[in-house]
């Protein structure tokens, strides 16, 4: 069979994507969303359920973006090691962003639960492996300032003991956290979106923001929001566009670093193969910058990812991908050398140049971006967040007011010319450290 340059998790929906909720756009809206993806379908859904008119601007289908494309891993903790972070911003305000991490998941849960979302989502952990030795000794002292810091358990799982995770020999140990997640991500965004639109939100795919300006009329502020639909004003706008943010949102766009990222999947395998690689079914990725991640689907097959390429997604970087892919998963499961590839597809992670997601207001409208690899769960958390603000409640949010550097030229959304040398950087950083 060749292998198909598709969205795997695409193939596995059974419920039809909503289309827009409506012909006409409104003339104004409370609130106007700018991205369909986890971020701005959960903060539709919450602005809808409290009875605010709401509108999602998507620019292609709703979930089109990373949010149906991603490894579907609902991961607990901050992208960079606690250490680092607890240098940059102090213990109480790493205390704070912990402890949301580990709401993030619950957010996910309740809302799969509540909208009762069929996206297979269940509790079966993740784990870290260890690439070197010195990986390996680093895990202990996480485990330990986590449950000091935090009051998290990670557990350690040495190499003897490691087969009882995974069926590789090439690791040094490994490091469980068992309230991690999964679920089928692409599932999960047409349920969200469902569920925005059962709350009373309006919905507009195929229509594309083009600008948004603010204008005060009788004394009151608003933004004027047009897009290849139509205009509208909204009394408050919503940034959710993630790595997709384009020119019509610049003092965004400039903060954001698009990263390509690419996932292969198997064929389906035989269920005792799937078990020898997996036996506890768990979210694992490498300890690695230039990282692999992996997990079983829910019909056994492997899905495999990893940054193939950095550049975003095109068809020459997708293709590319695929044998690239094939052989990183070879190296950790030769089992698989004879199993075929069936899919590869590739999307685009919104990174920032501090790694850390960020939140708050820049030119008077809210936003939320810089989820990395963690966003299926905290682009959930976040959306509900910014709805509450956009209501006035209280900022709680342990990331907004932290310094937000812009991305250096060349590493910018839209102008993405240095991508393989940061590449490059991760991929000797790896061999060194
Ligand atoms: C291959 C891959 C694997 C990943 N794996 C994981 C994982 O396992 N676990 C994890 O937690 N995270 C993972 N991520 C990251 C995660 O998918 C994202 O962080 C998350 O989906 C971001 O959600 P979002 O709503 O912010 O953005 P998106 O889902 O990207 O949605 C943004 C939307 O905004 C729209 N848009 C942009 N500009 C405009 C405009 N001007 N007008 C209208 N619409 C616009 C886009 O069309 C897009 O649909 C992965 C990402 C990729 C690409």
Redesign the pocket.
Known sequence: MTIREKNYWLETVTTPVPASSRQELPDSVDVAV?????????AARTLAKRGVSVAV???????????????????TGLKLPAPTVIKRYGIETVRRMYAASLETIDCVAQIVREEKIDCNFSRCGHLEVACKQAHFDGYEETAALTQREFHHELRIIPKSELHAEIGSDIYFGGMVDEASAGLN?ARY?IGLAHAAQRAGACLFDH????SVEPETKNGARKFRVR?SRGTLTAREVIL???????E??PALRKKIIPI????IATEVLPGDLAHELSPRGR?IYDSKHFLY?YRLTPDNRMLF?GRAAFFP?TENTVRQSAEILRRGMISVYPQLRDTKVEFV??????FTLDVMPHAGKLDGMYF??G?????????TW??AKLAGLTCGEPNDIPFDGIKFPAAPLGLRSGNTWALPLAGAYYKILDWLT
């Open positions: 700018v991205g369909g993806g986890y971020c701005g379908l959960s601007l998507e620019a292609e289908t709703l979930g089109w973006g990373a949010s149906s494309r991603n490894g579907g891993m609902v991961l991500p965004v229509t594309r923001v083009t897009t959710a566009s993630g790595a997709y943010t384009t019509a949102t390509g990222s690419y996932i979210m991640y990812g997604e597809w590739g999307g685009t992670l919104d939320a971006a989820f990395a690899g963690h966003g299926v769960a905290a682009a976040f959306g």
